[in-house]
Nanobody, 111 residues
Framework: QVQLVESGGGLVQAGGSLRLSCAAS????????MGWYRQAPGKQRELVAVIGSGGSTNYADSVKGRFTISRDNAKNTVYLQMNGLKPEDTADYYCCINAYWGQGTQVTVSS
């Protein structure tokens, strides 16, 4: 019943920005976890950013200072603002809310 629909991925040049969105449809009784993961070709999936119930945030060292996770509870949407993109940010990005996963959105950063 619950679906997470991602959008905002695409091709961008190094130094550019993208904003990923993840909108949840269906009923989620309580949100215990909201975060973004990414997986680059040949690499393990890594946790990129997490936002806690109180609004606290945590980031992977590789994106700290460049990425910002935020949410709009009224819209059941979580965002990932990505600035200063680097080629090594190229990956498939997945949002996660509780046990639900988005379909993934591809981010490609060219040099």
């Amino acid at each position: 019943q619950v679906q997470l629909v991602e959008s905002g991925g695409g091709l961008v040049q190094a130094g550019g920005s993208l904003r990923l969105s993840c909108a949840a449809s269906g009923f989620i009784f309580r949100i215990n976890f909201m975060g973004w993961y990414r997986q680059a070709p040949g690499k393990q999936r890594e946790l990129v950013a997490v936002i806690g119930s109180g609004g606290s945030t945590n980031y992977a060292d590789s994106v700290k200072g460049r990425f910002t996770i935020s949410r709009d509870n009224a819209k059941n949407t979580v965002y990932l603002q990505m600035n200063g993109l680097k080629p090594e940010d190229t990956a498939d990005y997945y949002c996660c809310i509780n046990a639900y996963w988005g379909q993934g959105t591809q981010v490609t950063v060219s040099s």
